[in-house]
T-cell receptor, first 113, second 116 residues
């Protein structure tokens, strides 16, 4: 049930764009995105609910393709502060054990000057 | 600051011992989840508690157990420690009305456990 993220790692120059993908073999209720910097706790970026809703956060946006059980995180005009490991988390249902948030293995993003 | 605090921040145990990790949730949050994060890996779901009852468990053996208290603070207990239990243990809280729906997880800074 663990979602699969790709790529595992990406290196960017400041100002470049990146896409991180997250896919599941199970029908999903929601997809969460978090960023974790080295030695720190994960920090929430956004939640997407089934219905193809797309939400944004500054220059970071995401989409959720309910039919394909896939979500993509778009980082536009990357900044040095975007460096970190990005995790997607998925929930299969509305409550109970279906509402447990399961994380992928992460995508390490490095932004160079 | 997320308002979620964990203690202790670091601890060292030997194989076979028992450990208790503590978490104070953000005020008003009725749901707490515990995760194990090995170095370079994603957070692995251990279990979730809603209003003092476990409502979901990941692929962890029974020697991993937890409690959630009426004030929504919680504990993670691990018995018979093994070397592979060395990891960062993260507590995360959120408010789920009636335990349903979804919402942002607020993470604590974690407790780093080393088992020798």
């Amino acid at each position: 049930q663990q979602p699969v993220q790709s790529p595992q790692a990406v290196i960017l120059r400041e100002g470049e764009d990146a896409v991180i993908n997250c896919s599941s073999s199970k029908a999903l209720y929601s997809v969460h995105w978090y960023r974790q910097k080295h030695g720190e706790a994960p920090v929430f970026l956004m939640i997407l609910l089934k219905g193809g809703e797309q939400k944004g956060h500054e220059k970071i946006s995401a989409s959720f393709n309910e039919k394909k059980q896939q979500s993509s995180l778009y980082l536009t005009a990357s900044q040095l502060s975007y460096s970190g490991t990005y995790f997607c988390g998925t929930e299969m249902g509305y409550g109970g054990s279906q509402g447990n948030l399961i994380f992928g293995k992460g995508t390490k993003l490095s932004v160079k000057p | 600051e997320t308002g979620v605090t964990q203690s202790p921040t670091h601890l060292i145990k030997t194989r076979g011992q028992q450990v208790t990790l503590r978490c104070s949730s953000q005020s008003g949050h009725n749901t707490v989840s515990w995760y194990q994060q090995a170095l370079g890996q994603g957070p692995q779901f251990i279990f979730q508690y809603y209003r003092e009852e476990e409502n979901g468990r990941g692929n962890f053996p029974p020697r991993f157990s937890g409690l959630q208290f009426p004030n929504y603070s919680s504990e993670l207990n691990v018995n018979a420690l093994e070397l592979d239990d060395s990891a960062l243990y993260l507590c995360a809280s959120r408010h789920l009305p009636l335990g349903l729906g979804t919402g942002e997880l607020f993470f604590g800074e974690g407790s780093r456990l080393t088992v020798l």
